[in-house]
T-cell receptor, first 113, second 114 residues
Framework: NAGVMQNPRHLVRRRGQEARLRCSPM?????VYWYRQLPEEGLKFMVYLQKENIIDESGMPKERFSAEFPKEGPSILRIQQVVRGDSAAYFCASSPSGVTGYTFGSGTRLTVV | GENVEQHPSTLSVQEGDSAVIKCTYSDSASNYFPWYKQELGKGPQLIIDIRSNVGEKKDQRIAVTLNKTAKHFSLHITETQPEDSAVYFCAASMGETSGSRLTFGEGTQLTVNP
């Protein structure tokens, strides 16, 4: 049973480009969460999704960031017109229901140059 | 919203000694408190968790204690080994009330010296 799969592991983008981060949850998990980790800091909640629904996006910046979890395929975190401050590790977690059984992926490390 | 503070930020111990990491939380509605271990270049891995109806939980060399009145919880690692070296994060959640989001502490870099 594969764990939470995130790709790419590393992503380099120039300022102004778009970044697309993908997350495939564990089999049987219908809840997906995205967190951002700045260097030497803890993880900060961004968004919580279930299939085809955004449940809680209170941690998402109001502009340039969006997330989706379509009926088919992985969850996508999209960052438009990236800036240097977007450089961070982005982690996805999935769970079968709610807060217990959270499993994190290995993350995508985004570097904006 | 919930706020979690974690201390110390760095901790260095000799192999075989015990390590204790402490966290405080602000919202008395929080009812779930997991601890994660993060190794370099990897995602956080759950090592132990505790719910608010329990005061202590133990799993081999790892234990967690919870004081609801004082709103603090602690991770205890006994007989530390070099492979315990990593960053440890505490977290708190109000469960489904908060959309199942976790609020993390800032992390503790634990180094176990052989």
């Amino acid at each position: 049973n594969a764990g939470v799969m995130q790709n790419p592991r590393h992503l380099v983008r120039r300022r102004g480009q778009e970044a697309r981060l993908r997350c495939s949850p564990m089999k049987g998990h219908s809840h997906v969460y995205w967190y951002r980790q700045l260097p030497e800091e803890g993880l900060k909640f961004m968004v919580y999704l279930q299939k085809e629904n955004i449940i809680d996006e209170s941690g998402m910046p109001k502009e340039r960031f969006s997330a989706e979890f379509p009926k088919e395929g992985p969850s996508i975190l999209r960052i438009q017109q990236v800036v240097r401050g977007d450089s961070a590790a982005y982690f996805c977690a999935s769970s079968p229901s709610g807060v217990t059984g959270y499993t994190f992926g290995s993350g995508t490390r985004l570097t904006v140059v | 919203g919930e706020n979690v503070e974690q201390h110390p930020s760095t901790l260095s111990v000799q192999e075989g000694d015990s390590a204790v990491i402490k966290c405080t939380y602000s919202d008395s509605a929080s009812n779930y408190f997991p601890w994660y271990k993060q190794e370099l270049g990897k995602g956080p891995q759950l090592i132990i968790d505790i719910r608010s109806n329990v005061g202590e939980k133990k799993d081999q060399r790892i234990a967690v204690t919870l004081n609801k009145t004082a709103k603090h919880f602690s991770l205890h690692i006994t007989e530390t080994q070099p492979e315990d070296s990593a960053v440890y994060f505490c977290a708190a959640s109000m469960g489904e009330t908060s959309g199942s989001r976790l609020t993390f502490g800032e992390g503790t870099q634990l180094t176990v010296n052989p």
